[in-house]
């Protein structure tokens, strides 16, 4: 089995953590080694002992073959690759494998994650519609995670000026959340890219998303904030963007509204405030 067939495998171990796998990829690297026996990967996982039991039970039972060959027909891309995208690489807890519909290039280009609250405001609704022509035109990929509100938005707005999107979901590819009157989540697929580090045929998980969001902020060179209330996925993202040491940046708001109570508190923190779609362009020429 070559190396990117064992991370792909790993997927499907039950009760592998996101950072099991890890410590098993970081392993593996570190010891230019292509695989591992089973016991290894318990091991170097740290998996606790009653998960111990039920994967081992797993493993032995075999019936997994089945599910294994219906994942090597899917489209992935592994750490090990060459084509994985390097900011995300040098991220603690990458993913090891990414499942993927789409124009993969569009990772190498660059990429400016949006996100925002479920229950946007017109005014955060309205700055985000007039700034997104902008930015596409100006070459830049938006990403966000294809939740209701600024998240869908900024899909949606960057796909009618006809500029490139990156989703990145908190279910499998084949499933599609949360459910809308149209085909959005077939839309970016086909014009833009649609990544997910989750089995195909796997739903939605609360845990899922602010796992998610680490992808989104990993991937981007700079993390923009339109709306977010005090305690929000938004804000998971911005904080894991500022681990990540990527520039983020917020939209101010009014203080006496819920939805901007979270941007304004990551100014205060640090943050830049973002006054004009200028700001967003100029700060790429740092990267490129």
Known sequence: MAQRDFLLWLLMVPGLSIKGRYRIWIYLRD??????????????SKMRQPKRDAATFWFKQTKWQVDWQRLRK?????ICDKEYPIYLYECIDAPICLFYKGDLSLLSQPLVAIVGSRQATK?????????????????LVTVSGLAAGIDELTHRETLKVKGKTV???GTGLDKIYPKRSDQLQDIIAHEGLLLSEYLPWQGPKRQHFPARNRIISGLSQVCLVIEAKKRSGSLITAM????????????PGRVDVPTSRGTNELILAGAIPVLSVEQIILEFANFY
Request: charged letters at 10%.
């Open 74 to 78: 899917q489209k992935f891309i592994a």
């Open 31 to 44: 010891n230019k080694l292509l695989k591992l026996p089973w016991q290894q990967i318990l091991i170097i």
């Open 167 to 169: 989703a990145v979901t």
């Open 123 to 139: 005014y955060g609704q309205g700055v985000l519609s007039s700034w997104i022509p902008d930015l596409a035109g100006a070459g």
């Open 240 to 251: 894991l963007a500022l681990d990540q040491n990527r520039t983020v940046m917020a939209l």
